[in-house]
């Protein structure tokens, strides 16, 4: 069985040794053993922070990290409950995405329109918006 320091785990995932710890507290990962009171991480523990750190790439937020490990040890069909919560993430970011292409278009359009005021470019973005309601 292999065993980690705090500072290994923080090489090997980027973390900074204060955020393992912040994610200890918020019971996200389990408390490591201690060994003469240094933390030890072992091969377990690696794969809930492993969980953790998946889940926060994968665009849920601390708190719903928390939901969702307390749901998993509680719920006879973890595989269905990560199901819907992917799910539920997926329809959250589409529409996220929608946002930020329509900010994308309005970003282009203020670039590339010329106007020499603020009024111009105002009025310039009513009359694309009403062309695009038509």
Known sequence: MYQFTIGKVAASTGLAASAIRYYESLGLVPKPFRVNGRRVYDE?????LGFV???KEAGFTIKEIQQLSV????????PKLLQEAADGKIIEISKEIRRLEKTKALLGMIASCGCNTMEECGTAALEQQQAANI
Not at 44 to 48: H, I, L, S, T, Y
Not at 71 to 76: A, H, N, P, T, V
């Open 44 to 48: 377990r523990w690696m794969k809930k």
């Open 71 to 78: 749901s998993l040890r509680s719920q006879e069909r973890p």
């Open 53 to 55: 750190l998946l889940a």
